[in-house]
């Protein structure tokens, strides 16, 4: 009860098996990159951003910014860490990470749906349970 009362109900539990949906430029897809690739730990749950906290800076819904890129460039801009306007990223945002996921991987990200699909996506569960 005090558990609840503190940190609100607590989400349901994570599945014994997760299994990952086939690779390709889909929004299944998408979201599982999302969740296992961290981007929802700082862009949300639902990569609509979040705000500042105590002891964090506010992180930017990516699709107004990504929505004005061609898939080039955005694929690009995760690769180099640079974005079209030759603006680095700062270290806050661990492009890194992005730039080591394979074209599959890098293509379903919400980004890319949004590129794509002009979609924007929610997700069933909320972060970090398990899974999308
Ligand atoms: C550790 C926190 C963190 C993680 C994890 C993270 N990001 Fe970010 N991201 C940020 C921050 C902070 C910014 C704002 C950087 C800036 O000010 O230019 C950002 C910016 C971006 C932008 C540019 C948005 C804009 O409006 O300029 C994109 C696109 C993006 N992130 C995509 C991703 C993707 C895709 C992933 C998962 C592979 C990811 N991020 C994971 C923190 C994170």
Not at 49 to 65: E, H, I, Q, Y
Not at 105 to 120: A, K, R, W
Not at 121 to 128: G, I, K, L, W
Request: glycine share 8%; aromatic share 8%.
């Amino acid at each position: 009860m005090l558990n609840v009362c503190l940190f609100g109900e607590p989400p349901p539990p994570a599945p014994a098996v997760i299994t990952a949906p086939p690779p390709g430029i889909t929004a299944e897809y998408g979201k599982y990159v999302a969740t296992f690739g961290e981007c929802r730990g700082c862009h949300g749950p639902n990569m609509t951003g979040s705000p500042a906290t105590s002891v964090s800076l506010a992180v930017p819904d990516p699709r107004p910014f990504v929505s004005t890129l061609t898939l080039e460039q955005f694929t690009a801009m995760l690769r180099s860490g640079v974005k079209p306007d030759g603006q680095p990223f700062p270290p806050t945002m661990p492009w890194e990470n992005a730039s080591n996921m394979n074209d599959d991987d890098l293509n379903s990200t919400p980004g890319v749906d949004c590129i794509l699909h002009q979609e924007s996506f929610q997700f069933a569960r909320p972060y970090p349970s398990l899974p999308v």
